[in-house]
């Protein structure tokens, strides 16, 4: 690479944050950190900063600014606090590519006001998309800028695009894990825990995220994030489930070939090439060997018993808001899981409940969203009261 990027991680002391850290470490000639920003850990972001030198730091719990400040400002950085400075950093000028590595809603308007300041994303955020996909991507075109996935299957579909880009998509194959309750039927689903549900069988990540994999809703997510990215029609986007996740996605072209990328479960490689595009910078990963892994296999998804995957194609089907509804709803549903107030099967009750409640807007504007959300999120606690 010719040039140092300099970044800016929204959500560094997160899973793909610090896997982000990791990659720049290693790449100090490539990259250099600007902003870092967090919501609650402050001791992890102010030891990231001190290492990292970056212009600046947002924590966005603004109880804990003093403590930031206190120890950065001797030390030259820039310490701001709440949701607003988060929005507002972004912009600054010396700024080329946003990482967008905060889990949910929260990432919407910071990455607005990154793509209007005509800011390079590199988009781990997938809500982003599936709140408001199609303002995100008509924004990004009149400011050109280019939005690199880092979602492992975006990812993959990406790399297997180079050098295609004139050739139609005739649709792509995401896979799926499959999550820890693969096979699993509803009766056993019904009293699993969030210890279980934690235990992801490939990938190390934040618990919402882990979450939303064992119940199929992050694969449905992601397939709503792939409309968005390539510009596909519902029926262009297939689920497998594939439960090594060597095989990270594939594309078909109109000819009938099939391009796939694969290797092992790890994000620093998807992370790396959203940044280092279109060059792929050297690394010591570990390398992915055919002979530890004689059975690639696939499976049909199970749409029935995890109808998170039915509700999100349902979703993706009726366009509008309700990608929005369902996000904020399965916000909601995962928090209670996650604090025992619902089972994991009420999730699904619970977001599609909520849905119904809230006004469908076909061509919803961004202050749509932002009002879709905040009501179906009222409404969904209100039920989740009556689930208790
Ligand atoms: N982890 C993974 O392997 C993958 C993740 N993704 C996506 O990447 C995103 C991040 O996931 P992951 O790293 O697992 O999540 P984590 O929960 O591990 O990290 C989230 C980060 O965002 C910060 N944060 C949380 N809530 C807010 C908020 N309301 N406002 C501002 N900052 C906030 C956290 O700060 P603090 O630490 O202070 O709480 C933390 O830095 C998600 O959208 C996820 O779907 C996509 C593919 C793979
Ligand atoms: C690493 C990554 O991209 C995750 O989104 C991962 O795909 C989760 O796995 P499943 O949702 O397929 O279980
Ligand atoms: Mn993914």
């Known amino acids: 690479m010719s040039e140092v990027k300099r970044v800016a991680i929204l959500g560094s002391t997160g899973s793909i944050g610090?896997?982000?850290?990791?990659?720049?470490?290693?790449?100090?000639?490539?990259?250099?950190?600007?902003?870092?920003?967090?919501?609650n850990n402050c001791d992890l972001l102010?030891?990231?900063?001190?290492?990292?030198?970056?212009?600046?730091?947002v924590i966005t719990n603004e109880s804990k600014y003093q403590v930031v400040r206190d120890a950065l400002i001797p030390h030259d950085i820039k310490v701001f606090a709440g949701p607003k400075a988060l929005a507002q950093v972004v912009e600054m000028e010396t700024i080329d590519v946003v990482l967008t590595a905060l889990v949910g809603y929260a990432g919407l308007i910071p990455t607005v006001h990154a793509i209007k300041a005509g800011k390079q994303i590199a988009l781990a955020n997938k809500e982003t998309l599936v709140v408001a996909g199609e303002i995100i991507t008509q924004l990004a075109k009149e400011h050109a800028v280019n939005i690199y996935p880092v979602d492992s299957e975006h990812s993959a579909i990406f790399q297997c695009l180079v050098g295609e880009w004139h050739n139609p998509i005739e649709k792509i194959i995401l896979t799926a894990s499959g999550g820890p309750f693969r096979g699993k039927d509803r009766e056993f689903l019904a009293s699993v825990t969030k210890e279980q549900a934690l235990k992801h069988p490939n990938w190390d990540m934040g618990a919402k995220i882990t979450i939303d994999s064992a119940s199929l809703m992050n694969k449905g997510l992601e397939v709503i994030e792939a409309k968005w990215l390539f510009g596909l029609t519902p029926e262009q986007?297939?689920?497998?489930?594939?439960p090594q996740s060597i095989i990270h996605s594939l594309v078909q072209f109109e000819d009938g070939s099939i391009k796939a990328q694969l290797g092992l479960p790890d994000m620093r490689i998807p992370?790396?090439?959203?940044?280092?595009?279109?060059e792929r910078l050297k690394s010591d990963f570990e390398r992915f060997d055919f002979l530890n892994y004689p059975n690639l296999t696939f499976e049909k998804p199970d749409l029935k018993t995890?109808?998170?995957?039915?509700?999100?194609?349902?979703?993706?089907?009726?366009g509008g808001n309700a990608a929005c509804?369902?996000?904020?709803?399965?916000?909601?549903?995962v928090e209670a899981f996650l604090k025992d107030e619902?089972?994991?099967?009420?999730?699904?009750?619970?977001?599609?409940?909520?849905?119904?409640?809230?006004?469908?807007?076909?061509?919803?504007?961004?202050?749509?969203?932002?009002?879709?959300?905040?009501?179906?999120?009222?409404?969904?606690?209100?039920?989740?009261?009556?689930?208790?």
Do not use: C, W
């Open 46 to 57: 102010i030891k990231q900063a001190l290492e990292f030198q970056p212009n600046a730091v």
């Open 18 to 39: 610090t896997q982000t850290l990791e990659v720049i470490r290693q790449h100090p000639e490539n990259f250099q950190v600007e902003v870092l920003t967090a919501q």
């Open 306 to 318: 995890f109808r998170n995957l039915q509700l999100a194609f349902d979703a993706l089907h009726k």
């Open 342 to 388: 619902i089972g994991f099967l009420q999730m699904s009750d619970l977001i599609e409940d909520a849905m119904n409640r809230v006004d469908f807007i076909s061509h919803p504007s961004l202050s749509d969203y932002v009002s879709s959300d905040e009501e179906v999120r009222a409404i969904s606690y209100e039920l989740i009261k009556k689930y208790k």
């Open 237 to 242: 986007i297939d689920v497998v489930v594939h």
């Open 271 to 278: 992370i790396q090439f959203a940044m280092s595009y279109p």
């Open 325 to 333: 509804l369902l996000n904020a709803s399965n916000e909601v549903a």
